[in-house]
């Protein structure tokens, strides 16, 4: 009879090959932060490895000079030191546990691998938080009341650079191996026929990690008498005529018009085959609404803020009733880029 308490051969080839990614890990890049601006059209990157910072941290730091952020320096860390030990515990322990085959063990080291995720994460934001905020009172800029803390994953605008925070080859595999893992955890439990509520806890916790790796999806926000249209430049004040675009990795552009959006895509500031989707407000209630989906009205009535005179609208009838006030062209969204 088989042995109720060891764990399938399926499982432990899995667990093997989590040792060996995990072992792997120790020389790739973990995480990454891409920084953009006009005056850096190749952007600027730095790469976050176990032990190490690499990429453009001289360049990155002179910028900071200005702005009263700290240097970056790998020796002011003591994560660097004790990670790559850290990462080597859990390639020994996943290697350990398929050699061992002990059912009990891989709910330890699912518990302890989480744990140690948590903790990782709440230890970075904790970096970033520090140095976004302790600030050098002395610095040669000082916008008060701004912090320059970089966002945990995703895109935040800071000033004029655009700041992308994402895992690197390494943070993948740390994903992958959790995802992995937990599949070996939560068929273990079906197996050992535990509590339905010990498999419902497993799925929970296995959601909750899957959407702290997913980028929200969706327009952003447009703060209104403070943003700046990325073309024009001018500030972004009407709502009714705010428009934005997302690209695939995240990051949003906005406009205060929609001829302003249409003008920086084909000028080819930006490449067509990176934006994810197009938002215009509806004219009505400014919530920002995809714009494929949308009527527009042409109408010199309407007094948009670089005069493009476009309005948009979720409701055809609105539209219509739009139309009749002031008069205009209706129009589609391919009609607004021909």
Known sequence: ????????????????????ALAAVI???IWRIELDAAQYPEGLELQIYSNKLAGNVEIINGLNHYIGMKTLHADDFIEFTILPYLIGFFTLSFLAVAISGKRKWVYV???????FGIVAMVDFYRWLYDYGHDLDPNAPIIVPGMAYQPPLIGFKQLLNFGAFSIPDIGGWIFIGVGILVAYCTGREIWLAQETK???????FCVLIGTQACTSNAGPQPIKYGKDQCVYCKMTISDARFGTQLVTKKGRAYNFDDVQCMIAYVEDGDINR??????YLPDFNTSELKPAEAMFYLKSEALKSPMRGDIAAFVSKNDMEETLKEVGGTPLTWDDLWE
């Open 1 to 20: 009879m088989k042995n109720s308490t060891l764990i399938t051969s399926a499982n432990r080839i899995i667990l093997i090959v989590c040792s060996l």
């Open 27 to 29: 020389f790739l890049p």
């Open 109 to 115: 080291l699912f518990a302890a691998f989480l744990l």
């Open 197 to 203: 509520q010990s498999f419902a806890l497993l799925a």
């Open 273 to 278: 085959e990176d934006i994810a989707a197009f």
